[in-house]
């Protein structure tokens, strides 16, 4: 089962399994982490931009290309709410 791992600043990480192909989105509401997400994690307001550290994420499908091409992404950025679990992956963002 992957697991990811939640970087949090001055305060020991969160570490929550997932099943593989869950998204980064449900880790960190499992986790109890503010993240952003106004529409309810359907890939439109693109409010839940997350960093990642290092690890495993299933490439960009259309709806998040989609939403990128309307809101640039950093590189290493994601959008939780799209980006799909593979495997262990350790994600951080700006307000955590």
Do not use: K
């Amino acid at each position: 089962m992957p697991r990811v791992t939640l970087v949090v600043s001055n305060a020991p990480p969160r570490v929550i399994d997932v099943l593989p192909g869950a998204t980064l989105l449900r880790a960190a509401v499992r986790a109890r982490m503010p993240l952003g997400r106004s529409c309810r994690g359907v890939g439109i307001c693109a409010a839940c931009r997350i960093f990642i550290v290092e690890g495993a994420v299933a490439p960009m499908g259309e709806l998040e290309a989609q939403l990128a091409a309307r809101e640039p992404l950093a590189e290493h950025e994601r959008y939780a709410c799209c980006a799909r679990v593979t495997g262990d992956v350790t994600v951080t963002t700006s307000y955590w």
